[in-house]
């Protein structure tokens, strides 16, 4: 059994055999955020995926994280070190479920926010991420839109345009456990702190917080803003970056044990084995892959 450090240094070995690169998004265990090239969001993790010159990205995220990458640079090797590692709330709609849903709604577009599967994506007009689905939405000349799967960023995305947005009815199990209770707690914890949330939370959650970011905004702010004290409303690991990035200011979870658990499933031990074993990899079906990368180029295009 190696120690963390060898195992670190057989990974960078391994790294440079392979032409690896590793990605990982900003929810990822703290050995893992060290070891990684990049951190970022799930957009910036996938096209930072597919600028680099490497012929293998090793994707320390979930699921439809390294689908989209692979979507992005179809002519890489995309390793993602457990294959269980998916993405609840993306697993709420099957491509099949939402070809029957939209039967019911003829002539309006479907919004699919890229917390979604490579099949749900090519079934959809556009692609929008948790920075730009405002955007998405008020670009698209029709007034009644469909999105999904996250209702709490559906009503999020309402409060912000004028169109009608009918969302389907998936949520995120690690936003949608805020309440205002945790608001209330926080503020009476860290008197003067600014509670930052993530749009994945519920309606009462965003109309207490001071701001509403998604995880690559929060990294942004968190390097601007002259707040020395903050509270974070999302997945914990972000603030293992945050504090790393900022060490002069101080960050709270808004509950604490606010845990992905799939994201943590991306081990040390596992990434070592993927690169010896070059498996398991995540490909996308071309079919698939050409109508999701539409949706996609669309979103990228506004
Ligand atoms: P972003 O990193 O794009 O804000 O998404 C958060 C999330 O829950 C990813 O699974
Ligand atoms: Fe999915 Fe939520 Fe986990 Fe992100 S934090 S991967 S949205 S379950």
């Known amino acids: 059994m190696m120690n963390q450090e060898e195992l670190k240094a057989r990974i960078l070995e391994l790294k440079e055999k392979r032409r690896a690169i590793i990605v990982a998004h900003n929810y990822q265990l703290p050995e893992i955020q060290d070891l990684a090239d990049f951190i970022g969001d799930s957009l910036e993790l996938s ?6 010159e490497a012929e293998v990205i090793v ?25 269980q590692a998916g993405c609840p709330m993306a697993n709420m709609i099957t491509a099949d479920e939402l070809r029957e849903w939209k039967k019911n709604y003829p002539g309006r577009p479907v919004v699919c926010y890229i917390n979604t ?7 959809a007009d556009v692609c929008c991420t948790s920075s730009n689905a405002v955007e998405v939405v008020n670009s698209l000349e029709n007034e009644e839109i469909l999105f ?7 009503s999020y995305i309402q409060r912000h345009t004028i169109k009608k947005i009918i969302s389907w009815d998936g949520f995120c199990y690690v936003h949608h456990q805020f309440s205002s209770g945790d608001i209330r707690r926080s503020r009476e914890e860290h008197p003067g702190a600014q509670i930052w949330v993530h749009p994945e939370s519920p309606p009462e959650v965003i109309d207490g917080a001071d701001l509403v970011l998604s995880t690559g905004k929060m990294v942004k702010e968190a390097r601007k ?4 004290e903050i509270v974070i409303g999302t997945e914990e690991g972000i603030i293992y970056r945050l504090k790393k990035e900022n060490p002069e200011k101080n960050f709270y979870p808004l509950k604490s044990g ?8 991306i081990t040390l031990n596992k990434v070592y084995r993927a690169l010896e074993s070059m498996e398991p990899r995540v490909t996308v079906p071309p079919d698939i892959r050409a109508r999701a990368l539409g949706a996609i180029e669309k979103m990228i295009s506004i």
């Open 47 to 52: 096209r930072q995926a597919a600028r680099v």
């Open 225 to 228: 803003t002259n707040q020395r």
């Open 59 to 83: 994707f320390c995220g979930v699921h439809f994280m390294a689908e989209t990458a692979s979507i992005l640079a179809p002519g890489k090797i995309v390793l993602l070190p457990d294959l």
């Open 148 to 154: 999904v799967p996250d209702k709490n960023l559906g």
């Open 258 to 265: 606010s845990i992905c658990f799939n994201m943590k499933k």
């Open 117 to 123: 599967t490579a099949a749900v994506k090519a079934e």
